[in-house]
């Protein structure tokens, strides 16, 4: 079965930190995965994927992910926090392609002055 | 324009009524999902239409939830009767299949008392 896992449910940096965001999966095929961002009682917006060809993947916002498959991992960074940057970031699967996604319990990201 | 349009934002009802909601995405897309997402938790596949064929509804509480895509576009969800534990935010996204993104409507936000 297919599943995500992301260490933190809750995550506070400073201003012009790291941002790191810890996503591992559970595959039996070879996955499609991706970092979705969702600002308070909006959907969900996407800000990068990894589809099986370069595994250092940059979205948006200055955000980036690496495809580690011998750690099943898929780790979103950003060098510098912004201010912006404060709202909830799931991780997610898709098996076998482009299908539906199979979300993790996302991470709540704070930035503070 | 949104590729996705979701109503009503925002819904209260009292347990034991009935609720429904729409999704309105711009024509063109075949894919069509609902998520649930309960406070706090990412969010889960409740069921994926191919037109307006039901490919997978096999999370779908189907004593009292019913969806239905009758011309390939918009879509309903419905629950009847609603439960407390129903309370949640409902999304409808549709797959780009050209690039294998899943856009997000804003969601419904269900509140049962």
């Known amino acids: 079965a297919q599943s995500v896992t992301q260490l933190g449910s809750h995550v506070s940096v400073s201003e012009g930190a790291l941002v790191l965001l810890r996503c591992n999966y559970s595959?039996?095929?070879?996955?499609?995965l991706f970092w979705y961002v969702q600002y308070p009682n909006q959907g969900l917006q996407l800000l990068l994927k990894y589809t099986s060809a370069a595994t250092l993947v940059k979205g948006i916002n200055g955000f980036e992910a690496e495809f580690k498959k011998s750690e099943t991992s898929f780790h979103l960074t950003k060098p510098s926090a912004h201010m912006s940057d404060a709202a909830e970031y799931f991780c997610a699967v898709s098996p076998g392609g482009y299908n539906k996604l199979i979300f993790g319990a996302g991470t709540r990201l704070a930035v503070h002055p | 324009e949104a590729e996705v349009a979701q109503s009503p934002r925002y819904k209260i009802t009292e347990k034991s009524q009935a609720v429904a909601f729409w999704c309105d995405p711009i024509s063109g897309h075949a894919t069509l999902y609902w998520y649930r997402q309960i406070l706090g938790q990412g969010p889960e596949l409740l069921v994926q239409?191919?037109?307006?064929?039901?490919?997978?509804d096999s999370q779908l509480p189907k004593d009292r939830f019913s969806a239905e895509r009758l011309k390939g576009v918009d879509s309903t969800l419905k629950i009847q009767p609603a439960e407390l534990g129903d309370s949640a935010m409902y999304l409808c996204a549709i797959l780009a299949g050209d690039t294998g993104e899943l856009f997000f409507g804003e969601g419904s936000r269900l509140t049962v008392l």
């Open positions: 239409f191919q037109d307006e064929s039901v490919v997978d």
């Open positions: 595959s039996s095929v070879p996955p499609y």
